[in-house]
């Protein structure tokens, strides 16, 4: 019985396998947490092994950076939109205004329910539905044949995604078109799955009382950080925006604190220096203390609160992009030692304690609900802890003060 892969930890999800294999003996299905894995129809295989051989996560061509930069985009009402630097939505503009195509992540939410999926577009009105943070794995369904498609018609295809999605396109398109063929990765924490936000959202709609329409993991309104929104309309048909973060929303916690993820995300190939794309981009947290003289209040270039991406040039391919299609782009060299300082993915895959298996195994058995009342637990007997620490602080402080108010104060005797 032939298998793609041989444990979970060895596939990412992205259905390259489906892709290639000749008799459409291959299905993305979804297991218990809502994770897509291959599923062969025996009845249908040959036994060619192409699934295996095409499979770019375990046999991966990865880049030395060759050169590394602070970079942000000029362009200021793209640079609102984006989540950092707005260096994907620079580059994108200029293969779009070139009659090119640009392939990235779409969230879309049909009677309150999301997806997210990669999609292709050829104008520059659509190039908002790709910019942005979707911080769940997207859907790659259809998306080989259609870049494949445009690439035979001649046009330049950009596409960008998670490191083992890029490296799955340039393995299936192949030699042929990599003159055509542009790819950036991003900095990738881990994915997780679309089922999982999707209940998150349905919770969301029932606690709140509303269908969602819109969800942002980060807004520039509230300056670069990790600062988003949720919006929503009530029973009344009143458009309602709340402000959602991680100490507010339990996905958004869980996934910074690396708690669901799928199985390969903590074993990842692609989470080192190293780079499979032809740019890496990202955002350059700690660049006030790494690098504050690129910040405007002390003579450089950059305003902190607009965002400050980190760009990698790994390809010859990387730096005929950058320069074909990068002109909106003020960049300053950078050391990457800096970058990877805060970016940890630059160094190694994510971590994660026991509390994953209690959650996707809760999550299975109750719903998302189960989820939702750990993270509420936890943040109680998180603030109780700050409260405690600050109590302690105040002890301390006024243990100094009284020391200090009873010292004896010498005589001196004449």
């Known amino acids: 019985m032939e298998k793609v892969y041989k444990s979970k930890s060895e596939c990412c999800g992205c259905g390259a396998c489906e892709y290639v294999c000749p008799k459409s003996a291959i299905q993305m299905k979804e297991d218990k947490y809502g994770f897509n894995y291959p599923v062969i129809n025996?009845?249908?295989?040959?036994?060619?092994?192409?699934?295996?051989?095409?499979?770019?996560?375990?046999?991966?061509?990865?880049?030395?950076?060759?050169?590394?930069?602070?970079?942000?985009?000029?362009?200021?009402?793209?640079?609102?939109?984006?989540t950092s630097g707005g260096i994907f939505g620079a580059i994108a503009e200029e293969?779009?205004?070139?009659?090119?195509?640009?392939?990235?992540?779409?969230?879309?939410?049909?009677?309150?329910?999301?997806?997210?999926?990669?999609?292709?577009?050829?104008?520059?009105?659509?190039?908002?539905?790709?910019?942005?943070?979707?911080?769940?794995?997207?859907?790659?369904?259809?998306?080989?044949?259609?870049?494949?498609?445009?690439?035979?018609?001649?046009?330049?295809?950009?596409?960008?995604?998670?490191?083992?999605?890029?490296?799955?396109?340039?393995?299936?398109?192949?030699?042929?078109?990599?003159?055509?063929?542009f790819t950036i990765d991003i900095i990738c924490h881990g994915v997780p799955s679309l089922k999982l936000f999707?209940?998150?959202?349905?919770?969301?709609?029932?606690?709140?009382?509303?269908?969602?329409?819109?969800?942002?993991?980060?807004?520039?309104?509230?300056?670069?950080?990790?600062?988003?929104?949720?919006?929503?309309?009530?029973?009344?048909?009143?458009i309602i925006q709340e402000q959602i973060s991680p100490d507010n929303s339990s996905y958004y916690r869980f996934f910074l604190d690396g708690e669901i993820y799928r199985d390969c995300c903590y074993y990842c190939p692609f989470a080192q220096e190293k780079r499979v794309g032809d740019l890496t981009i990202g955002d350059y947290w700690g660049v006030e203390k790494y690098s504050s003289?690129?910040?405007r209040e002390n003579g450089g270039p950059f305003v902190k609160t607009e965002g400050i991406s980190c760009l990698f040039v790994n390809t010859v391919q990387g730096q005929k992009m950058l320069e074909d299609f990068g002109t909106s782009i003020l960049k300053e060299k950078v050391e990457i030692s800096k970058v990877k300082i805060i970016n940890t993915q630059l160094r190694e895959p994510a971590k994660h304690t026991k509390l994953r298996k209690k959650l996707l195994d809760g999550y299975t058995k109750k719903g998302y609900v189960y989820i939702e009342k750990i993270f509420v637990r936890n943040s109680k007997i998180l603030h109780v802890k700050r409260i405690i620490k600050e109590i302690i602080k105040k002890i301390i402080f006024w243990d100094k003060v009284k020391s200090i108010t009873n010292l004896s104060i010498p005589v001196i005797h004449k």
């Open 42 to 82: 025996q009845k249908k295989c040959i036994n060619c092994r192409l699934c295996q051989k095409e499979c770019a996560y375990n046999d991966n061509d990865t880049n030395k950076v060759k050169e590394s930069y602070a970079a942000v985009n000029q362009e200021k009402d793209v640079l609102k939109k984006s």
């Open 95 to 181: 293969f779009l205004a070139n009659g090119d195509c640009v392939c990235g992540a779409e969230m879309i939410f049909k009677n309150s329910h999301a997806t997210v999926k990669h999609m292709i577009i050829e104008q520059k009105k659509d190039l908002n539905k790709l910019q942005g943070s979707k911080y769940v794995q997207s859907n790659m369904e259809d998306i080989f044949k259609n870049i494949k498609s445009k690439l035979k018609e001649g046009k330049k295809v950009l596409f960008s995604g998670t490191p083992c999605q890029v490296a799955a396109i340039k393995k299936c398109m192949g030699n042929n078109f990599k003159d055509r063929l």
């Open 198 to 238: 999707d209940d998150y959202i349905q919770q969301q709609s029932t606690d709140k009382k509303m269908k969602i329409k819109e969800f942002r993991f980060r807004d520039k309104k509230f300056g670069w950080g990790l600062e988003g929104i949720i919006l929503g309309e009530n029973n009344k048909g009143k």
């Open 293 to 295: 003289e690129f910040l």
